[in-house]
């Protein structure tokens, strides 16, 4: 019998092979190569694209070079969700390796976050953290944290170092026993085909009569369309680090095992393919 | 925490227990009777019925109550008749107890009560201080009285032989009547009140309890004789009295309060262990001049009271100096009664809705509490459906309260016509709560409250009262809805029905006068939890009912959980590992998006200096960890120190770490790093962090690291080796393949042993991954197949399977003393002497004060009381004599003896967490489980243990899946045992505790418990301590440390030849399924240094040779046992096609003898041949 901790493993070891193409317009000095990495589900573009950059800006001149952006089949990529909920989201259901365009130019500054730095990244990926833990311990736990504690957070992810990350991070997963779960679940549900960016409100992991409440009870209090009935075939498919879970999985669990290192469970609700 | 019973009787005079581990209050089903009062302690419940003749329910036990009674027969020897029982006119009786001053036939014996019954006939006693005697049981001896010798010599003149015969009490489970003699005949008058207690006065005899109970006349009596092996006690004896009492209340220690007539309490003061009834009573004013007390609750350290206004009091100051106390302290909420338990925990009964309370938040230090909490669980009559009784019974309620008799009488005749036997409940009811004058209080309460209160009956919500499918809640569909039920079962007959509903009708009207219409709330007379372990930190489902038919469904056995096997959980672990597969298999070869780089964490610490003079010195401490070549996890070890102004600096690989041992005492929080070089060395590189916490968190770090570079995740394999240090620390190591090899096998030194949370004394497993382990407090545990726990946090550490485990030892100093001429003993020693308080050795001073838990983990439970159960015996004080220090201690006075000593122990206890669950309830000295090959399917599987109190036990229903097994059955045995083994071929080898080996006769797979013991003769002038038995060897352990070996064991002739002396220095055995020997050695010498407890492997064992040649040393220092039964490895030089297949099939197969010699002896010529080509 698995353990729980293989799914933590699982879920922070989780690649997806990417093919960069430099975008057809760029201008080069030569031909640009396709680049091929494996990208971390739960790390940030901007932050583990070092190599494509370089590999790229080989063919290119310093003056037509501006702050590298990304799409994916001509849908901006948005570096401050994670890599695995981009994926889930724009490309779940396409081919592998996930084909990334790079674009030098023409920032699309409607859609996409300036990234300077990696600072930038890390002030994101805190606050998010902060948030998180706002919900499931009124902040207690991550304001008793050191600054070093929160380096070390950060340090783990940005150097993907699983044991380095989790021995802080298991401090956020705690929670008092006899509560039975976080005070609310930090979650967002993520929908292709809205204008609105995610969905977030407070939910709890205990109904009010003391009942475990599941992925199919957060769904049908905040987003109840994602839920097919019986008798009609499957609209939707509800995706976190690229599976399905069942309804009726604890959302308690999911928020603990699936939740990415940011401690929100990002959900993906997309259009189920039609094959 | 095992499971414990809280008992209550409600006002129609029912008795419930709602068990700790439930949720569900469950009537004892026995009652024909109906109850005024129970009192209830651990083994037993005793209650006073409305016949106000006293009752005892024993819970019933695996292990059976069973007395052995004893005679002699005595002989003498003559030249005509030869041995006869012809004696001479000055001899003893031909039959006689064991001095020869009683007359004692073999009919002279009786059965004490009807609750008793025999075992089976007398039979004679054919072992004689661990030796066998000849078939006939004889010892010889010149004359009466003097030594018997097993031998007959020329000159023995008299015989005699030991007759034994078993009684069991019989009556477990069920309420037996307690006849109410004093020694002059019967008592004067019924019984009113009683209370059950005083078991920590002392052990001797086992079991001991002390049960008060009150007249009607408000006289005190007490029981006399209350122990293990007479649960019913002798008799009763009149206690004096300054006053009339009315109630008594007993603790588990020397506490004893009563209430007396006029409101005042009494205090039992001279309670000790030579006189359990005391000696005098001391008065104690009521908390309220203007309302007498009327009840009174002790505990170990605390009294609570209620006054006659209904408030409850809590008594500051007391203590076993003072049981008096110094003080009154006014507590909120109003009670008619309370009743303290087991750690001073507190039950109540509200004055306003009747029901049973609980007091959060009692600990040792706020022993006052917190709060109350109302107990709110359903009863089983609840859930299941309205039974007939809970009607009548409701009805009898309404009526009563009214004071309709009318009504009643028509209800009566209601009941009688449709089911008689209700009749019988009603009135009794009616009697249980009219009970005489002496509870005048409650009612005259209850009525005012009932006055008071809003109705109550329709606060329960529906999924509660459970009622099927009835969602309309109101006293008329309620009462009908029962009514209808109640007959329904039986068939219902139309006129049945419609005399129903009039019946209902007729109820009604009086529900409006008296609320109390609905059974569903149930009101309670009586609680007591002196039965009930919980303490501040127990988890109980006792307080919200929502939950409670949900989890009321999961099962207390250790089959895998729910969550585990839920197909949500499945269905993650199946997509992730497809997902790993669809993204990551084919995409190898791509790049990593983040190089992997070198993560260093640095501290400071002290570290015990390898040269002399050692002493801690502040050192720097750094764990460079990087990825190894292979892409696993590895690490150096720094150590930054200053030797003559030079900067030097020691290292450690992390993958040549072979163990990290905790070593906490009171002063330092350390740590000792082995690797194979140190521990030849005998010299580890220790450690001391800053605080406990630095430690646990290097501690759980280096684990982690050395575990990874070792490839080693998850929990131990079913192959591991398990031991266990005498700080109770678990260390398991995955045996490699070549452990076990022949003739290089894996040094023991290069293996890696890594921690599992708990606290254990001793462990043992088999490897088909059935682990037991045994608590210092004899507790059993379970293994979980969980991993970490205790410090071992996180990832270290499994989520589930890991729960708190605690543990209690005693810690023991003490008190010297010297005579002299003038004073006579005092605590003014020579010059010379040792510290009139110290250690066991003398050479340490250990005062009261000043002696701490062995580490910050530990707590103390209790006060120092004085140790009586010393080996060599004690005076009544507890006093041991000698002629000097330090010499050997004898239990009395001679004129030769001129120093004396006492011991004291203070119980301490330990909470962590490990991968662990409890086996109620019987606390074990031993356990063994059947080592075989690891694709055996034997199921059950065999396990046997000891209890602490010597019975030898076999265990039921021990699968795969219930490793914790079903239940106990009792193998009887003539004397307590004390180390038991099972091999592989089911023969089990046990040792008595007189040092004697046994063999069970005929164990087999349908016959689990086998049929008789053989005596085996312990080697000459040895007396064993432990046996372990292998596949075929037997190796025993005596008391003088040599190992023994049991030669010539055949399948025709199990029980072998004779003993053969394989070493000495030896502490314990493990033998396991390949016949490998492993030990604890004694005493090893390193190059460095010398360690005591030390795990070797005895070297050279192979079939043809099961003893070996030499040992092999591994880790040591403190080690106190290990297990190497679940390791079937066969080296690799074993797998030959022709000798395996015999092996497994006898090893699989139960049923089969044990393999002969000759078979092995063939696979082995084979196998040499095979190493030597």
Redesign the interface.
């Given at each position: 019998m698995a353990d729980d901790k293989d799914v933590l493993r699982d879920v922070w070891f989780g690649r997806i092979p990417t093919c960069f193409t430099l975008y057809q317009d760029e201008i080069t000095e030569r031909e640009a190569e396709p680049f091929y990495l494996l990208l971390p589900r739960v790390s940030y573009l901007t932050l583990v694209t070092d190599k494509v950059k370089k590999h790229f800006l080989k063919v290119m001149k310093a003056e037509d070079v501006e702050e590298m952006w990304f799409d994916f089949e001509g849908t901006p990529l948005k570096w401050h969700y994670p890599i695995g909920l981009l994926f889930d989201l724009h490309a779940s259901n396409t081919a592998l390796p996930w084909s990334i365009t790079v674009h030098f130019k023409n920032f699309p500054e409607r859609d996409l976050l300036h990234c300077p730095s990696n600072s930038v990244i890390e002030a994101h990926f805190m606050s998010s953290i902060k948030e998180a833990d706002a919900l499931k311990h009124k902040s207690q736990v991550i304001n008793d944290m050191q600054k070093k504690d929160h380096k070390q957070l950060w340090m783990g992810l940005q150097n993907d170092k699983f044991d380095q990350f989790w021995a802080m991070n298991r401090k956020l997963m705690e929670y008092p026993t006899e509560e039975g779960g976080f005070r609310y679940i930090p979650f967002r549900i993520y929908l292709t085909m809205s204008d609105r960016p995610f969905i977030q409100k407070l939910f709890r992991p205990i109904s009010p009569d003391g009942h475990t409440h599941t992925l199919g009870d957060l769904l049908k209090a905040v987003y109840p369309v994602a839920i097919s009935n019986d008798d009609e075939s499957k609209r939707y498919q509800v995706v976190i680090h690229g599976i399905e879970p069942l309804l009726e999985t604890p959302l308690q669990w999911l928020s603990e095992h699936l939740s990415h290192p940011d401690n929100f469970l990002h959900i993906s609700v997309i259009p189920a393919p039609s094959d | 925490m095992p499971v414990s019973l809280l008992c209550a009787v409600d006002v129609y005079g029912r008795v419930y227990s709602l068990s700790t581990g439930g949720q569900q209050w469950e009537q004892c089903r026995d009652a024909v009777l109906e109850f005024k009062r129970v009192t209830a302690v651990q083994q037993c419940c005793w209650g006073i019925a409305c016949d106000h003749h006293i009752y005892l329910n024993v819970h019933s036990s695996d292990v059976p109550i069973r007395y052995q009674e004893e005679t002699f027969e005595n002989q003498r020897w003559n030249p005509v008749d030869n041995f006869s029982d012809r004696l001479l006119p000055s001899d003893r009786w031909q039959w006689s107890n064991i001095t020869g001053l009683e007359h004692q036939p073999l009919d002279s014996f009786f059965l004490p009560s009807t609750n008793w019954e025999w075992e089976g006939d007398w039979y004679i006693d054919e072992n004689f201080g661990g030796e066998p005697t000849e078939k006939e049981g004889w010892t010889y001896a010149i004359d009466f009285p003097a030594t018997y010798t097993k031998d007959k010599k020329w000159n023995s003149c008299v015989r005699r032989r030991r007759w034994i015969r078993y009684r069991r009490y019989k009556a477990t489970d069920t309420w037996a009547k307690i006849p109410s003699e004093g020694h002059s005949g019967p008592l004067p008058d019924p019984f009113n009140d009683i209370s059950c207690g005083g078991w920590e006065i002392s052990e001797e005899p086992r079991g001991r309890l002390s049960l008060w109970a009150v007249s009607l006349q408000g006289k005190v009596w007490f029981r006399e004789g209350i122990h293990h092996h007479s649960p019913e006690g002798d008799g009763w004896e009149e206690v004096s009295l300054p006053g009339e009492v009315v109630q008594i209340s007993c603790g588990p220690g020397d506490l004893v309060w009563a209430v007396l007539w006029e409101g005042q309490l009494i205090v039992r003061e001279g309670i000790t262990r030579d006189c359990p009834q005391g000696s005098s009573w001391v008065v104690v004013d009521s908390p309220n001049p203007e309302a007498g007390a009327i009840h009174v609750a002790v505990g170990d350290n605390v009294v609570w009271a209620v006054t006659k206004d209904n408030k409850v009091w809590f008594r500051r100051g007391i203590n076993s100096y003072n049981p008096r106390g110094s003080g009154w302290i006014g507590m909120v909420g109003e009670m008619v009664m309370i009743n303290v338990g087991l750690n001073d925990q507190v039950w109540g009964i509200s004055c306003e809705d009747r029901a049973v309370y609980f007091r959060q938040g009692v600990t040792s230090s706020e022993l006052s509490g917190k709060a109350w909490k109302a107990v709110n669980v359903p009863r089983d009559g609840d859930i299941r459906s309205h039974s007939s009784a809970s009607s009548s019974s409701l009805h009898s309620a309404g009526c009563f309260f009214s004071g309709e008799v009318r009504a009643q009488s028509v209800m009566s005749e209601d009941s009688d016509t449709e089911n008689g036997p209700q009749r019988a409940v009603l009135e009794g009811a009616t009697t249980a709560f009219t009970a005489g004058p002496s509870i005048p209080e409650e009612v005259a309460s209850l009525r005012e409250a009932e006055a008071k209160s809003p109705p109550p009956v329709l606060v329960l919500s529906p999924s509660l009262s459970g009622g099927p499918g009835d969602p309309q809640w109101s006293n008329v569909d309620l009462e009908e809805a029962q009514t209808h039920l109640a007959v329904g079962p039986a068939g219902v007959r139309g006129d049945a029905a419609d005399t129903c509903s009039l019946s209902s009708v007729a109820t009604y009207t009086l529900c409006q006068e008296e609320p109390y219409g609905a059974d569903e709330h149930p009101l309670w007379a009586w609680v007591s939890g002196g039965g009930c372990g919980v303490d501040c930190h127990s988890?109980l489902n006792w307080f919200?009912s929502?939950?409670a038919l949900?989890s009321s469904v999961q099962s207390m056995s250790l089959s895998?959980s729910p969550a585990?096997t839920?197909?949500?959980?499945k269905?993650?672990?199946e997509?992730?590992?497809?997902?790993?597969k669809?993204?990551?298999d084919?995409?190898k070869h791509?790049?990593?998006?983040?190089e992997?780089?070198v993560?260093v964490k640095k501290g400071t610490m002290q570290w015990w200096r390898d040269w002399k003079p050692h002493k801690w010195v502040d050192v720097k401490f750094a764990l460079e960890q990087f990825s190894g070549p292979e892409g696993n996890?590895d690490g150096i070890l720094f150590l930054y120190y200053n030797f003559n102004e030079e900067k030097k600096y020691l290292h450690a690989f992390i993958n040549e770490v072979t163990i990290l041992v905790p070593v906490l005492n009171d002063s330092k929080h350390t740590f000792a790093i082995y690797t194979a070089e140190r521990t030849k060395q005998r010299w580890p590189i220790r450690l001391a962090a800053a605080t406990e916490l630095e430690m646990h968190d290097w501690l759980a770090?280096l684990s982690?690291s050395c575990c990874?570079s070792r490839g080693i995740q998850?929990?131990p394999s079913k192959q591991a080796l398990w031991s266990v240090t005498c700080k109770g620390d678990i260390f398991v190591c995955e045996p490699s393949p070549s452990l076990e090899a022949c003739p290089y096998p894996t040094p023991c030194d290069q293996m890696f042993w890594h921690q599992v949370g708990g606290h254990l004394r001793l462990v043992e497993c088999n490897s088909l991954g059935v682990v037991w382990g045994v608590g210092y407090d004899h507790t059993a545990w379970v293994y979980t197949?969980?991993y970490g726990g205790g410090f071992l946090?996180?990832?270290a550490s499994?989520?589930?399977n890991i729960y708190t485990q605690t543990d209690v030892k005693c810690v023991y100093i003490y008190e010297n003393q010297r005579w002299n001429p003038v004073t006579g003993y005092t605590n003014r020693g020579l010059p010379t002497d040792r510290y009139m308080w110290s250690d066991a050795t003398g050479l340490q001073e250990c005062t009261k004060a000043n002696t701490k838990p062995p580490s910050p983990h530990w707590t103390w439970v209790a006060d120092w009381a004085i140790d009586y159960g010393i080996s060599g015996g004690t005076d009544r004080e507890g006093w041991q004599y000698a002629a000097d220090f330090p010499t050997s201690y004898h239990g009395h006075k001679t004129l030769k003896d001129f120093v004396r000593r006492r011991r004291w122990a203070r119980k301490c206890k330990l909470t962590t967490t490990g991968p662990w669950q409890e086996v109620p309830p019987i606390p074990l000295s031993d356990v063994t489980i059947i080592p075989c090959g690891a694709q055996s399917s034997v199921e059950p599987i065999p396990l046997w243990a000891i209890s602490n109190k010597g019975d030898v036990l076999c265990r039921l229903g021990v699968t795969l899946l219930t490793p914790a097994g079903t239940s106990w059955l009792h193998v009887g045995t003539d004397q307590p045992f004390k180390s038991i083994s099972i091999g592989g071929a089911n023969q089990v080898w046990a040792i008595a505790r007189d040092g004697s080996a046994f063999y069970r006769g005929s164990v087999s797979a349908q016959s689990p418990a086998g049929d008789c013991w053989y005596h085996i003769p312990s080697p000459a002038r040895q007396k064993l301590q432990q046996v372990s038995v292998g596949r075929t060897s037997v190796y025993t352990v005596d008391q003088h440390g040599n190992l023994w070996f049991r030669q010539g064991l055949t399948p025709s002739y199990p029980q072998g030849l004779s003993w053969e002396h394989i070493s000495n220095n030896v502490r314990k055995v493990s033998v396991g399924p390949l016949d490998q020997v492993w030990i604890i050695a004694d005493k090893v010498q390193g190059s460095h240094s010398l360690s005591c407890g030390t795990v070797c492997h005895r070297l050279g064992v192979q079939p043809m040779e099961p003893k070996g040649q030499s040992w092999d040393y591994g880790i040591g220092g403190g080690w106190d046992h290990i297990t190497v039964r679940g390791n079937s490895f066969e080296a690799p030089r074993v797998r030959m096609p022709s000798v395996t297949p015999s092996l497994t099939t006898s090893l699989t197969d139960p049923l089969r003898p044990p393999p002969t010699r000759k078979l092995l002896s063939f696979g082995n010529t084979e196998n040499g041949n095979a190493v030597r080509c």
């Open positions: - | 988890q919200n929502a939950t949900a895998i585990q839920a197909a949500w959980r269905q993650i672990f997509q992730l590992s497809e997902r790993s669809r993204e990551m084919n995409f791509y790049e990593q998006a983040i992997q780089s993560w996890q770090l982690v990874d998850g929990p197949g969980g946090q996180g990832l499994s989520t589930d």
